[in-house]
């Protein structure tokens, strides 16, 4: 029995379906079974068979909503059980830290090791910033003709994609070259 009765119940419509085909007294014996067992907590003492068959069958539906009520007054579904126990998890929550300095400040330590770095927003290059790295590496690519190519088509790579890398851009046109100056052996590779 219940120490405090429920308010009300859900009754489905299986049960009404369930209870059609019985007699009236048996209906009515078998209704009020299921609302003192739902309300009250009461266990039944039903006679017939069917009686019992169809409470049978409505006791699990009614045990899963008062669950369910019980669960929503504490907050909802109760917490799924962690996958390793909390000690496994935050082994190095309890232990000193084993990072230096400079590895905290630069986000490389064991605390930044759960996420990645965040890859910079994409900025086009402008033409002295393409001028000064072709000259640090004597590649003789055009700057503003590597400006011009990429602008032109929206700084996106032959296959569509967006460019998140332009000095790897420009090493590829250093490849590029050399190829061509070997004989053009290798021409389908831009087409």
Same mark, same amino acid.
């Given at each position: 029995?219940?120490? $405090?009765? /429920?308010?009300?119940? #859900?009754?489905?419509?299986?049960? $009404?379906?369930?209870? +059609?085909?019985?007699?009236?007294?048996? !209906?009515?014996?078998?209704?009020?079974?299921?609302? =003192?067992?739902? /309300?009250?907590? #009461?266990? &039944?003492?039903?006679? =017939?068979?069917?009686? $019992? @068959?169809?409470?049978?069958?409505?006791? &699990?539906?009614?045990?899963?909503?008062?669950?369910?009520r019980?669960?929503?007054?504490?907050?909802? *579904? &109760?917490? !799924?059980?962690?996958?390793?126990?909390?000690? +496994?998890?935050? $082994?190095?929550? !309890?232990?000193?830290?084993?990072?230096?300095?400079?590895?905290?400040?630069?986000?490389?330590? @064991?605390?930044?090791?759960?996420?990645?770095?965040?890859?910079?927003?994409?900025?086009? &290059?402008? #033409?002295? +910033?393409?001028? @000064?790295?072709?000259?640090? *590496?004597?590649?003789?690519?055009?700057?503003?003709?590597?400006?011009?190519?990429?602008?032109a088509?929206?700084?996106? /790579?032959?296959?569509?994609?967006?460019?998140?890398?332009?000095?790897?851009? #420009?090493?590829?046109?250093?490849?590029r070259?050399?190829?061509?100056?070997?004989?053009?052996?290798?021409?389908?590779?831009?087409?």
């Amino acid at each position: 029995m219940i120490d $405090r009765p /429920l308010e009300s119940f #859900v009754f489905y419509r299986s049960f $009404r379906d369930a209870i +059609e085909e019985m007699t009236d007294e048996n !209906k009515l014996a078998t209704l009020l079974a299921i609302c =003192d067992y739902a /309300l009250y907590g #009461v266990e &039944p003492d039903l006679k =017939d068979a069917m009686s $019992r @068959a169809v409470f049978t069958v409505a006791r &699990p539906s009614i045990d899963a909503n008062k669950d369910r009520r019980a669960n929503g007054k504490l907050g909802g *579904r &109760p917490p !799924k059980k962690p996958m390793v126990s909390d000690s +496994e998890n935050h $082994r190095f929550s !309890k232990m000193e830290s084993t990072e230096t300095e400079s590895e905290s400040e630069s986000g490389t330590g @064991a605390k930044g090791a759960d996420k990645p770095p965040k890859r910079p927003y994409f900025a086009p &290059p402008d #033409v002295s +910033e393409v001028e @000064a790295y072709c000259s640090e *590496r004597k590649n003789g690519i055009d700057p503003a003709a590597f400006i011009d190519y990429y602008a032109a088509r929206g700084w996106k /790579l032959n296959g569509g994609q967006p460019m998140k890398d332009w000095k790897a851009a #420009v090493r590829t046109w250093e490849r590029r070259n050399k190829t061509e100056q070997k004989g053009g052996a290798e021409d389908d590779y831009w087409k």
